[in-house]
């Protein structure tokens, strides 16, 4: 069965003190596998779309990798403002070439000054 | 702020209703997907449209349906509304069936009484 799996569920950090999100998954056909961030009341905010194996991509503090079986979020440095809850998701191919989309319950990130 | 909109933002609703949530998409996307989110949760894929087209659909029952229109706005429909059914209902508009740098928008609460 397909699925897609975040950890931890919650991470406090202290501003400036480095980190990693785990997304795990186990899918048939990946298609490409994307973070977003969430904020209270507001509707997920696009950040990557990682479609291979051993591709990065960086945006400000964050950089997301991927590998065969999961994905990794870096925050580097976190400030406050970085304080969200990050989900990760992924899309596959189903039956008949539909697409199927599956999301991780996010890790909600608390970064203290 | 994204250009998808959604109407109305909260809802409220008696059990074996029925109910049309809105979404506009972002100018020059033509391929919306809906999801349902639940407190505390990831969002869960519903289905997605492509040029007016079904061309995905995640675990939820027939009395979730929807529709795309030319101007590729969407609506989704909900019949015999059931107490489990009370979550963010969010809407993604992305240029493209892979959902690369899909959009969303802040969603419409929806609560069952």
């Known amino acids: 069965e397909d699925q897609v799996t975040q950890s931890p569920e919650a991470l406090r950090l202290q501003e400036g003190e480095s980190s990693s999100l785990n997304c795990s998954y186990t899918?048939?056909?990946?298609?490409?596998l994307f973070w977003y961030r969430q904020d209270p009341g507001k509707g997920p905010e696009f950040l990557f779309t990682?479609?291979?194996a051993g591709e990065e991509k960086e945006k400000e503090r964050l950089k997301a990798t991927l590998t065969k079986k999961e994905s990794f979020l870096h925050i580097t440095a976190p400030k406050p403002e970085d304080s969200a809850t990050y989900l990760c998701?992924?899309?596959?191919?189903?039956?008949?070439?539909?697409?199927?989309?599956?999301f991780g319950s996010g890790t909600k990130l608390n970064v203290k000054p | 702020e994204t250009g998808v909109t959604q109407s109305p933002t909260h809802l409220i609703k008696t059990r074996g209703q029925q109910v049309t949530l809105r979404c506009s998409s972002q100018?020059?996307?033509?391929?919306v997907s809906w999801y349902q989110q639940a407190l505390g949760q990831g969002p869960q894929f519903i289905f997605q449209?492509?040029?007016?087209?079904?061309?995905g659909r995640g675990n939820f029952p027939p009395r979730f349906s929807g529709l795309q229109f030319p101007n590729y706005s969407s609506e989704l429909n909900v019949n015999a509304l059931e107490l489990d059914d009370s979550a963010l209902y969010l809407c993604?508009?992305?240029?493209?069936?892979?959902?690369?740098?899909?959009?969303f928008g802040q969603g419409t609460r929806l609560t069952v009484v």
């Open positions: 993604a508009s992305s240029s493209n069936k892979g959902n690369t740098e899909a959009f």
């Open positions: 899918v048939s056909g990946l298609r490409g």
């Open positions: 990682l479609y291979s």
């Open positions: 998701a992924v899309l596959t191919a189903g039956v008949y070439n539909f697409n199927k989309f599956y």
């Open positions: 100018s020059g996307h033509n391929t």
């Open positions: 449209y492509y040029r007016e087209e079904e061309n």
